[in-house]
């Protein structure tokens, strides 16, 4: 059974910083392309940051130079760094695993909120 915990979120001010962690079981977070999707209010869910198993990254524009996605084979585990927050940041963000061509596995989500 796979599962996928994600923590970290919460309430912090403009220009504040915040780290997600997605601690996965069932599966080995290495061998899959783990991404970090969040979804606001009123819009559709999107596609934040991805790692493949090679270690290769992406982000979508919004966040470059701002969110850094990593992750803790030891650990099984995959972080988002968010630097530099700003209220449109603001979102439920998500983990998700793809074993293939799609995300098959997702986390129940944790509340990231940017406001002064």
């Known amino acids: 059974q796979v599962q996928l915990v994600e923590s970290g979120g919460g309430l912090v001010q403009p220009g504040g910083s915040l780290r997600l962690s997605c601690v996965a079981s069932g599966i080995i977070v290495s061998s899959y392309t783990m991404g970090w999707y969040r979804q606001g209010p009123g819009n559709q869910r999107e596609l934040v940051a991805d790692?493949?198993?090679?270690?290769?990254?992406n982000y979508v524009g919004s966040v470059k130079g701002r969110f850094t996605i990593s992750r803790d084979n030891a650990k099984n585990t995959v972080y988002l760094q968010m630097n530099e927050l700003k209220p449109e940041d603001t979102a439920v963000y998500y983990c998700?695993?793809?074993?293939?061509?799609?995300?098959?596995?997702w986390g129940q989500g944790t509340q990231v909120t940017v406001s002064s």
């Open positions: 998700a695993a793809r074993p293939g061509t799609n995300y098959d596995y």
């Open positions: 790692i493949t198993s090679a270690g290769n990254t």
